[in-house]
């Protein structure tokens, strides 16, 4: 168990409907990562937040947002789906200063 | 259920035998690499990391070695086991940034 946990394990939504996944990081984390992982590709980087402010942009879609709460916690919204957004959608944790990611169990997202 | 595609290079070692998996990586400005390990299932699990001032580091049974030269990267396991059945991704970072590239990732299945 990484500590991080993510909610909720499987979402089944249809095209065009809109999804928000939660991540809590482990305890005194400040910096939360959001990745998708298809089944075509490796872990792709979206976008990553350090105590409540972006830090870092990868390769998310417009449609796609995220924002980390006071709580550190974060989520991730993604809006008007299509098939290809299904994937699994990871989000990771580190601590100040450590480059050392602690992955949550990540979050199965089937579009139909 | 699986955590990544069907389209993974896979490498077969027997139980007992030492396994070599390889990354090339692509920013010659990367200077922090780590390989992780994804059992079906759950989130991808930190193994080891190396900076890019060194060319080798030992942990428990895994040994990286780092080739900055060739942009190469590679994960030794010794005494490969059953337990070490996974799918293993390098990723790689560069200073000052807090994007982390991971590669497509290996599929090692060890052979009793």
């Known amino acids: 168990d990484s500590g991080v946990t993510q909610t909720p394990k499987h979402l089944i939504t249809a095209t065009g409907q809109r999804v928000t996944l939660r991540c809590s990081p482990r305890s005194g984390d400040l910096s939360v990562y959001w990745y998708q992982q298809s089944l075509d590709q490796g872990l792709q980087f979206l976008i990553q937040?350090?105590?409540?402010?972006?830090?870092a942009k990868g390769n998310i879609l417009e449609r796609f947002s995220a924002q980390q709460f006071p709580d550190l916690h974060s989520e991730l919204n993604l809006s008007s789906l299509e098939l290809g957004d299904s994937a699994l959608y990871f989000c990771?944790?580190?601590?100040?200063?450590?480059?050392?990611?602690?992955f949550g169990p990540g979050t199965r997202l089937t579009v139909l | 259920g699986e955590s990544v595609g069907l389209h993974l290079p896979t490498l077969s070692v027997q139980e007992g035998d030492n396994s070599i998996i390889n990354c090339a990586y692509s920013?010659?400005?990367?200077?922090?690499f780590i390989w992780y390990k994804q059992e079906s299932g759950k989130g991808p699990q930190f193994i080891i990391d190396?900076?890019?001032?060194?060319d080798k580091r030992q942990g428990q049974r895994v040994t990286v070695l780092l080739n900055k030269t060739v942009k190469h990267l590679s994960l030794q396991i010794a005494a490969t086991q059953p337990g070490d059945s996974a799918v293993y991704f390098c990723a790689e970072k560069a200073s000052g940034t807090y994007k982390y590239i991971f590669g497509t990732g290996t599929r090692l299945k060890v052979l009793a």
């Open positions: 937040y350090y105590n409540g402010e972006e830090r």
């Open positions: 190396i900076r890019s001032n060194m």
């Open positions: 920013n010659s400005a990367s200077d922090y």
């Open positions: 990771a944790s580190t601590r100040e200063g450590d480059n050392e990611q602690f």
